[in-house]
């Protein structure tokens, strides 16, 4: 599972406007925009939500999902690297290929929402990273169909690639709804793009 890389101490992370605006509202990273995004075009979370987020370092998207839960919810992350704490999330250090749901959920019975916004070490080379990406999202989605609640959502991030179609069916044939979004504050450059869904069943 790759870390994030726009941890906001960095010196090789290009000083844009997303990134000066997540460092004055306290979010460790500027990827709490796309989140944001995200959840403003469906709805991603509720009052008293469990959540889990996939790849979670730095951990903005955990500080921001904490804003919309409240103190009623419930907050499961993991990632290679430790990260700081934040309040009301419960902290892994493991890889997402060899962990088992049940200890994810741990005392929960569910997961109201599933995050991934995990990306692969790249190299260069686009169709490695492709591939990379898309093994990434597969495995966040059958963690997905593993831990989710009837009615459950999803966001997690692919990499433009052959096998994208085939990923996003794959998606339709648990949710309801699905939608693929490129965030405005994706970097014009990249290729990612972050799949939502909907209304599991």
Do not use: N
């Not at 959920?105 to 260069?124: I, N, R």
């Not at 966040?140 to 996003?168: S, Y």
């Not at 450059?189 to 599991?200: L, N, W």
């Amino acid at each position: 599972m790759a870390r994030a890389r726009s941890k906001l101490g960095d010196k090789r992370v290009r000083k844009d406007h997303f990134h000066e605006r997540a460092k004055d509202a306290g979010f460790r990273a500027r990827a709490v925009f796309k989140l944001e995004e995200l959840d403003k075009a469906v709805a991603l979370f509720r009052p008293g939500d469990r959540v889990l987020d996939l790849g979670c370092a730095p951990g903005s998207w955990l500080q921001y999902a904490r804003g919309r839960i409240g103190e009623a919810g419930r907050m499961v992350g993991i990632d290679r690297v430790a990260i700081p704490g934040i309040p009301g999330a419960r902290l892994m250090v493991g890889d997402v290929f060899t962990v088992v749901p049940a200890d994810l959920l741990g005392d929960l019975d569910h997961f109201d929402v599933v995050l991934s916004d995990m990306a692969p070490d790249t190299t260069g080379i686009r169709h490695l990273d492709q591939a990379r990406s898309e093994a990434l999202f597969e495995r966040a989605l059958e963690i997905a169909f593993a831990t989710l609640a009837p009615g459950g959502r999803f966001a997690g991030k692919l990499f433009q690639g052959p096998d994208m179609k085939r990923l996003v069916d794959l998606a339709r044939t648990r949710f309801a709804q699905v939608k693929v979004v490129k965030p405005a504050s994706s970097r014009q450059i990249s290729i990612e793009q972050y799949v939502t869904a909907g209304g599991f069943h």
